[in-house]
């Protein structure tokens, strides 16, 4: 079975231009998550969906960050105008979420770096 | 609200015990425990979910006193393999799937 799909896995751009990170998750899998990891932070979550709906957001930076779930195939993560701390390792996470808690897990990651 | 993780990191030869822990501040309804290796993305090891619950695999154990809103990760006789950060995520209540992780635990193992 195919894991998380993440992409780009490298991204390089300027400040000010805006980004996009695409996620697709583990077929049937119901619950999304947006990581994002730095080595002052740690790892943090952004934002999580569970059926395409998003339940949390409070881990969002500012309004900057956006991030939407159209379908159960997709979601992305988008930032405009990027800065350069925003430059991390992007994390997306799919769980089964049936009734408690399950595993999370994650895809390769997309390391952003914003010059 | 961040668990603490101690100690930040270990240094073992292949064959010694490491024992990780995590404490959380809140009340927790679950501990998820996960290794990541460099460059690389965590990969789920176990969840526990009950308090006092044991639960393991191979040589990688781990307890969770809820009592004591902790968890601590066993690893017994290392390998190499088991080189890398280990990361706690916990959750407060039951279903939210909201996990605050641990700033991490660096392990190294030489032969």
């Known amino acids: 079975d195919a894991g998380v799909i993440q992409s780009p896995r490298h991204e390089v751009t300027e400040m000010g231009q805006e980004v996009t990170l695409r996620c697709k998750p583990i077929?049937?899998?119901?619950?999304l998550f947006w990581y994002r990891q730095t080595m002052m932070r740690g790892l943090e979550l952004l934002i999580y969906?569970?059926?395409?709906?998003?339940?949390?957001d409070s881990g969002m930076p500012e309004d900057r960050f956006s991030a939407k779930m159209p379908n159960a195939l997709f979601s992305t993560l988008k930032i405009q105008p990027s800065e350069p701390r925003d430059s991390a390792v992007y994390f997306c996470?799919?769980?089964?979420?049936?009734?408690?808690?399950?595993?999370?897990?994650f895809g390769p990651g997309t390391r952003l770096t914003v010059l | 609200q961040q668990p603490v993780q101690s100690p930040q990191a270990v240094i073992l030869r292949e064959g010694e015990d490491a024992v990780i822990n995590c404490s959380s501040s809140?009340?927790?309804?679950?501990v998820h425990w996960y290794r990541q290796k460099h460059g690389e993305a965590p990969v789920f090891l176990m969840i526990?979910?009950?308090?006092?619950e044991q639960k393991g695999h191979d040589k990688i154990s781990a307890s969770f006193n809820e009592k004591k809103q902790q968890s601590s990760l066993y690893l017994t006789a290392s390998q190499l393999s088991y080189s890398g950060t280990y990361f706690c995520?916990?959750?407060?209540?039951?279903?939210?799937?909201?996990?605050?992780f641990g700033q991490g635990t660096r392990l190294t193992i030489n032969p």
């Open positions: 995520g916990t959750e407060g209540v039951q279903g939210a799937q909201k996990l605050v």
């Open positions: 077929s049937g899998h119901n619950s």
């Open positions: 969906f569970n059926n395409n709906v998003p339940i949390d």
């Open positions: 996470a799919s769980s089964l979420l049936a009734g408690g808690t399950d595993t999370q897990y």
């Open positions: 526990l979910l009950k308090g006092g």
């Open positions: 809140k009340a927790l309804y679950s």
